[in-house]
């Protein structure tokens, strides 16, 4: 499901929604949540990469927290904010993969007064694209795509089984943090720390945990508004 266009969605389907006008803080929460676990972040980091995963995280999510304080923006004024502060201004490889995908989350919930279900699924699936478009990284590399991906999968899966937005956000959580966990399992085949081939093994993956974060934050944030 994950490969392009998100699944139809059943017209009798529930039809909780939030508020993308009212939504804006939910990633200043999520700043917070970044650098809060800069340390944490960047010391996985270190284990196989540059170290610097938490700091630039941090730094990207912090300038662009400053920017949107006391803005009341929507949810998707805010996205954009962050992508492009992350895409301009931030170091490392991550900065360019998170902007975009951040932006493209943005530009699929544009305009939209309520965010239900279907384009939550949307956002999530131009994010995915976006990620796609500028890195060759697949599932089983050990990257952010081994969270991204089978998260979006379990949303679109409850959704499909006509479930409640609220459950499948849950649905959603749950299949982030079990993929961030299984890239303990994986060699690493992109960046950096693809050069350790199997000394790789044993340690989570930081891209992949700081998108657990990302996941949980942006839905918890979500699911808390819907009305």
Same mark, same amino acid.
């Given at each position: 499901?994950?490969?392009?266009?998100?699944?139809?969605?059943?017209?009798?389907?529930?039809?909780?929604?939030?508020?993308?006008?009212?939504?804006?803080?939910?990633?200043?929460?999520?700043?917070?949540?970044?650098?809060?676990?800069?340390?944490?972040?960047?010391?996985?980091?270190?284990?196989?990469?540059? *170290?610097?995963? #938490?700091?630039?995280?941090?730094?990207? =999510?912090?300038?662009? @927290? %400053?920017?949107?304080? $006391?803005? &009341? +923006?929507?949810?998707?004024?805010?996205?954009?904010?962050?992508?492009?502060?992350?895409?301009?201004?931030?170091? *490392?490889?991550? #900065?360019?993969?998170?902007?975009?995908? =951040?932006?493209?989350? @943005? %530009?699929?919930?544009? $305009?939209? &007064? +309520?965010?239900?279900?279907?384009?939550?699924?949307?956002?999530?699936?131009?994010?995915?694209?976006?990620?796609?478009?500028?890195?060759?990284?697949?599932?089983?590399?050990?990257?952010?795509?081994?969270?991204?991906?089978?998260?979006?999968?379990?949303?679109?899966?409850?959704?499909?089984?006509?479930?409640?937005?609220?459950?499948?956000?849950?649905?959603?959580?749950?299949?982030?943090?079990?993929?961030?966990?299984?890239?303990?399992?994986?060699?690493?085949?992109?960046?950096?720390?693809?050069?350790?081939?199997?000394?790789?093994?044993?340690?989570?993956?930081?891209?992949?945990?700081?998108?657990?974060?990302?996941?949980?934050?942006?839905?918890?944030?979500?699911?808390?508004?819907?009305?």
């Amino acid at each position: 499901m994950s490969r392009s266009a998100a699944p139809p969605f059943s017209e009798e389907m529930d039809m909780q929604t939030f508020e993308n006008a009212r939504a804006g803080d939910i990633v200043l929460t999520l700043a917070d949540r970044i650098i809060e676990n800069r340390a944490y972040l960047s010391e996985i980091d270190g284990k196989i990469g540059d *170290g610097d995963h #938490g700091v630039n995280m941090a730094k990207g =999510f912090g300038l662009a @927290a %400053e920017r949107l304080k $006391g803005k &009341d +923006a929507s949810l998707a004024e805010a996205l954009d904010t962050l992508g492009t502060v992350l895409m301009t201004e931030i170091g *490392g490889s991550m #900065g360019p993969l998170y902007g975009v995908m =951040f932006t493209e989350f @943005a %530009e699929k919930i544009e $305009g939209a &007064d +309520a965010i239900d279900a279907a384009a939550y699924s949307r956002m999530l699936h131009a994010g995915l694209e976006g990620i796609r478009s500028i890195g060759s990284a697949k599932v089983g590399d050990k990257t952010l795509l081994d969270t991204l991906v089978p998260a979006v999968d379990a949303f679109d899966a409850a959704t499909a089984d006509g479930r409640p937005f609220a459950e499948a956000l849950d649905a959603l959580v749950s299949a982030a943090e079990a993929g961030r966990d299984s890239t303990r399992d994986l060699i690493a085949r992109i960046g950096r720390a693809s050069r350790l081939g199997e000394r790789s093994l044993g340690v989570l993956d930081a891209g992949a945990t700081s998108c657990a974060i990302i996941l949980r934050e942006l839905s918890h944030g979500a699911r808390a508004r819907l009305a």
